[in-house]
């Protein structure tokens, strides 16, 4: 079991430029979560996914954030015209469905934008 | 956020002594999480403990629901102990982890 994968781990773009994360959720996991953590604000929930379905994105942007999971085996999170408040840690957990699975984290992907 | 307070702070022990980490919630919980983070490293799940007590080695999470609060005791404190650690709470009918700010623990030799 390789735990649950994130590409790039790394990632600096340009101001305006688009960012695409992605996510290889733990095999037989069914509910994947997309957070993000900053100094400043610390780890926040952005959108998660059960069975690949959307359930809950509440807490994406909602201007310039998408998050899509076409397959059982792999999501993205794509930010448009990024700006430099988007830097941040970008991570991805999965589960088991279920009110009360343990979340496996990604080792997370660090975004920039100069 | 504001529905999980987590404290200390900051802790600074000497190595060998005891650390007792805090979390308090404002609302009923579905499940707990402690996880344990170095320095632009990964999170990594230190317990799942949604109620009563768990213990792996020196690390012992004790979960109360009623008091809506968890604890984080860590025993015989090491230099590779350092780090931030952190509680997470799932409230909701699905599991949305809501987190807190975190214990920056620093053990000296």
């Known amino acids: 079991n390789a735990g649950v994968i994130q590409t790039p781990r790394h990632k600096v773009t340009g101001k305006g430029q688009e960012a695409t994360l992605w996510c290889e959720p733990i095999?037989?996991?069914?509910?994947v979560f997309w957070y993000r953590q900053t100094i400043v604000q610390g780890l926040e929930f952005l959108t998660y996914?059960?069975?690949?379905?959307?359930?809950?994105d509440s807490g994406m942007p909602k201007e310039r954030f998408s998050a899509q999971m076409p397959n059982q085996s792999h999501s993205t999170l794509k930010i448009q015209s990024t700006q430099p408040q988007d830097s941040a840690v970008y991570l991805c957990?999965?589960?088991?469905?279920?009110?009360?699975?343990?979340?496996?984290f990604g080792p997370g992907t660090r975004l920039t934008v100069l | 956020g504001q529905q999980v307070q987590q404290s200390p702070t900051s802790l600074v022990l000497q190595e060998g002594e005891n650390a007792e980490l805090q979390c308090n919630f404002s609302?009923?919980?579905?499940?707990m999480q402690w996880f344990y983070q170095r320095p632009g490293g990964s999170l990594v799940s230190v317990f799942y403990?949604?109620?009563g007590t768990k213990q792996s080695g020196r690390l012992t999470s004790t979960t109360v629901i009623k008091e809506r609060r968890s604890s984080l005791h860590i025993s015989s404190s090491q230099i590779t102990d350092s780090g931030t650690y952190l509680c997470?709470?799932?409230?909701?009918?699905?599991?949305?982890?809501?987190f807190g700010s975190g214990t920056k623990l620093t053990v000296e030799p």
């Open positions: 957990a999965s589960s088991d469905w279920g009110p009360s699975y343990e979340q496996y």
């Open positions: 095999s037989g996991h069914s509910a």
């Open positions: 996914f059960r069975n690949q379905a959307p359930i809950d």
């Open positions: 609302t009923s919980l579905n499940s």
């Open positions: 403990n949604p109620s």
């Open positions: 997470a709470m799932g409230m909701s009918n699905y599991n949305v982890l809501y």
